[in-house]
C-alpha cells in the first residue's frame, strides 16, 4: 500500500482519524517513504526493528561490568560466586548474580571470540575446570607415615568451632619428585595463608619453615598446629617446644580433619600444577600467589579476604 507523502488531502484526514498532531504524522510519513511515497511493508519493517532494539539490555551488556568480571576471572583467578558476592558486600553499583556469569560463560564466552570451534572458552579459566582432584589418603598413598601422635580429636574446642585466631593447619605441596616444594600453613578461624618454599620436602627443612613461618606472626595468633601425617612433620615435637604450642595429627586417611589447609592447596594448586619445577619460582611468585589468595573472598567469611578477617582492616578491592 503506497500513496504519495506530499498527498496534502491525506495528510490532513489521517491526523483526524487517529488523532495525532498533524506534524507528528508528516514526520512519521516521511520516516517510511520510499522513491517519494508512504510504503506500508516499510513501516512495518522499521517496526520490527525498534521492536528488536527495545529489551531491556543484559546485565553483561555493560562493557565496564564485563570487563571487570573477565580481569577476576582471568587476573585474580576468582570464582564467580566470588565475583558477585565481593561485588554485593562492598555496596557496589554493580549487582550480577553468579548464576548470570555463569550463563555468559557458557552463551557467547562473555562476548569474547573463542579459538577454535568447540573450545570452551573462560570455562577453561574457572578454579576447578571441571577437573576432578585425587584426594591424599586414599589407599594409592605411598608417602611414609608415623604412629603415636598427639590426636585431633584432643584439640581444644576454640580450635574445633573456630572461634579463635591461631588454630593452624599445615601441608606442603610438591613439585617435581625429590625437588623443592612449598610448606603451607592456613590459620582455620581466618583461612589466613603463610607459605615458604624449601630446597626438599624433608622433616629438617619443613620443620624450620614452619617455625620461620610462625615466628613472623604475633604470638597471641599461634595457639596450635594441625599438620598432615606424612614423615616430613616428625620434627613436630621441635615445633612445639620452639613455639610453645600444642601440635595434632588427623586420623589415618581423614584429609577432611585438615580440610581448611586441603582446599588452600587447591587453590595454590590453581598457579602451580602438579610436575612444575618450583625451582624455578622466585621469591616474588611465592609473595604474590600467598597474596592474591589471602585478598581473595571467601563465601564461608560472608565475602570477606583472610587478610580483612585475620587483621580486622577491610580492603577496597573493588
Request: hydrophobic residues 30%; aromatic residues 8%; glycine residues 8%.
Amino acid at each position: 500500500m503506497k500513496w504519495a507523502v506530499s498527498n496534502s488531502k491525506w495528510e490532513s484526514l489521517i491526523p483526524r482519524a487517529v488523532v495525532v498532531p498533524k506534524p507528528l504524522c508528516h514526520e512519521k510519513l516521511n520516516a517510511t517513504a520510499v522513491g517519494g511515497a508512504y510504503s506500508a511493508v516499510k513501516a512495518q519493517q522499521n517496526y520490527q526493528q525498534r521492536r528488536l532494539k527495545s529489551r531491556r539490555l543484559r546485565v553483561l551488556e555493560n562493557l565496564k561490568l564485563r570487563d571487570f568480571v573477565l580481569h577476576c576471572i582471568l587476573q585474580r583467578q576468582w570464582s564467580p560466586e566470588q565475583i558477585a558476592g565481593r561485588l554485593s558486600l562492598e555496596n557496589s553499583n554493580w549487582h550480577i548474580s553468579y548464576n548470570t556469569i555463569y550463563r555468559g560463560i557458557e552463551r557467547n564466552n562473555l562476548g569474547v571470540k573463542r579459538k577454535r570451534h568447540g573450545a570452551r572458552g573462560f570455562a577453561r579459566k574457572l578454579r576447578h575446570r571441571g577437573k576432578t582432584r585425587k584426594v591424599k589418603g586414599t589407599v594409592n598413598e605411598r608417602r611414609g607415615r608415623f604412629n603415636n601422635v598427639p590426636s585431633v580429636h584432643e584439640r581444644p574446642v576454640s580450635c574445633e568451632n573456630r572461634t579463635r585466631f591461631g588454630h593452624w593447619e599445615g601441608d606442603t605441596v610438591r613439585g617435581k619428585i625429590g625437588r623443592s616444594g612449598l610448606v603451607s600453613l592456613v590459620d582455620r578461624k581466618s583461612r589466613y595463608l603463610l607459605s615458604e618454599r624449601v630446597p626438599k620436602v624433608n622433616a629438617k627443612n619443613v620443620t624450620q619453615a614452619m617455625i620461620d613461618l610462625l615466628h613472623t606472626v604475633t604470638p597471641k595468633r599461634v595457639r596450635t598446629l594441625t599438620p598432615d601425617r606424612g614423615t616430613e612433620f616428625a620434627g613436630y615435637r621441635e615445633v612445639g617446644k620452639e613455639l610453645g604450642i600444642s601440635v595434632y595429627f588427623p586420623d589415618l586417611h581423614a584429609p577432611q580433619q585438615r580440610g581448611t589447609n586441603e582446599n588452600t592447596n587447591g587453590l595454590i594448586r590453581e598457579y602451580f600444577s602438579k610436575g612444575n619445577d618450583l625451582d624455578e619460582l622466585t621469591d616474588q611468585d611465592i609473595a604474590k600467589f600467598v597474596k592474591d589468595l589471602n585478598n581473595r573472598p571467601h563465601k564461608v567469611l560472608v565475602w570477606k579476604t583472610p587478610s580483612e578477617v585475620f587483621f580486622g582492616k577491610k580492603l577496597h578491592l573493588i
